[in-house]
């Protein structure tokens, strides 16, 4: 799990103009009229999901092509990993690579695996940031952080996920290792089902991105109950930082762009001094 550092409370659209230069710039003319494939490894409606339609959305007018996002989902985002590296390494793939893909899913013990995102994928660049947080359904037993695990001491109380190694399960699993106390884990093909269930009533809770719950908070339908990083949110002022409940939990993460392996080198030599120029 990265240190938060530059947090943001929900996703925010970082280096944009710079994106869509490096995008461009993999685009041979020939394929200006191709359409764009925009791959999501996770189930439409989470916060993946939405950055990668962010993205399509974006570079669709830009490159003058018809960008469409394909849900490609499975093993943590490892399947539609794995569609874009057998892909032509023309930039008219591209794959929308969370943190739990690229840097937590390999490093799984026992992870059999297709492919090594990490390996298999070229970087682009990084468009987005995440604050997590802990959410219960607004209709159950739990008002604060404190009652979750007074239950946990008491009976099984079950968390669910994005899938075994994604961020969501790792922050459930760090919690609790914080909190001293055993926890079972559900995943699911992304953070949508897994609210379904929360909602449902046949999990207590989740540790995910703000993105994927800041609808259903402020419904009612889910309680916020603590932020995942250090930080406050404007957006939810009231909740607490998860820290300040379990002291060493810090969670927070980020949202990238990769293609296949063998794009032109100028492609990301290119993308890498448009980076260096523009920290912000």
Not at 230 to 256: C, E, H, I
Request: aromatic share 4%; glycine share 12%; proline share 8%.
């Amino acid at each position: 799990m990265l240190p938060a550092t530059g947090r943001t409370t929900t996703m925010r659209r970082t280096r944009w103009p710079l994106l869509l230069a490096a995008l461009c710039l993999a685009q041979p003319a020939a394929a200006q009229e191709r359409t764009i494939r925009v791959i999501s490894g996770f189930a439409a409606g989470g916060a993946s999901d939405l950055v990668t339609r962010l993205v399509a959305e974006a570079v669709g007018p830009i490159l003058g092509a018809r960008a469409v996002v394909e849900n490609r989902t499975g093993v943590n985002g490892v399947i539609g990993a794995a569609e874009v590296a057998r892909s032509a390494p023309d930039g008219n793939t591209v794959y929308q690579c969370p943190m739990s893909t690229m840097a937590i899913t390999p490093q799984l013990q026992g992870a059999n695996l297709p492919l090594d995102p990490g390996e298999a994928l070229a970087p682009i660049g990084n468009v987005a940031l995440s604050s997590y947080g802990f959410v219960v359904a607004g209709n159950g037993p739990y008002r604060s952080v404190p009652d979750v695990l007074a239950a946990a001491r008491g009976r099984t109380v079950v968390f669910g996920s994005a899938g075994v190694g994604s961020a969501q399960h790792l922050s459930g699993e760090l919690l609790a290792q914080k909190a001293g106390v055993a926890m079972t884990h559900v995943p699911y093909r992304g953070a949508t089902p897994a609210v379904v269930d929360i909602l449902g009533g046949r999990t207590d809770f989740m540790i995910t991105n703000l993105a994927d719950i800041s609808r259903q908070v402020q419904d009612g339908a889910l309680r916020l109950l603590a932020i995942g990083d250090a930080g406050k949110s404007p957006l939810f002022p009231d909740a607490p930082a998860l820290a300040t409940l379990v002291p060493g939990f810090d969670v927070t993460g980020w949202f990238g762009i990769c293609g296949p392996r063998g794009m032109p080198p100028e492609v990301l030599s290119r993308w890498e001094a448009a980076r260096a120029a523009d920290p912000e």
